[in-house]
């Protein structure tokens, strides 16, 4: 989170309800959860998407308050048949 923005930031989370959390991820995204570590102004938050646009796009909506690390992860089984292509 940009320093100069952490209590901004904050405040207009703490005012979210649960409609607007749906609203900014958009149809296209679940969330798992998130995590947040107040003190460092770091988060963790997990979610669920086919569409890589679809989670750009929620980026944006808060990448002027927090930068971000977004990392692709496969279950076992999304792996597992990824490698089969791979090496067929």
């Known amino acids: 989170m940009h ?11 703490s005012e979210m309800s649960p409609d607007d959390d749906k609203k900014d991820m958009g149809e296209q995204i679940n969330l798992i959860g998130r995590w947040h570590d107040l003190v460092s102004s770091k988060r963790v938050v997990i979610y669920e998407s086919d569409n890589a646009e679809a989670i750009s796009n929620w980026a944006l909506n808060w990448n002027s308050v927090m930068d971000f690390e977004i990392s692709v992860v496969l279950d076992d089984a999304e792996t597992r048949a990824l490698g089969k292509k791979r090496s067929g």
């Open 3 to 13: 320093p100069e923005k952490r209590h901004d930031a904050l405040k207009g989370f």
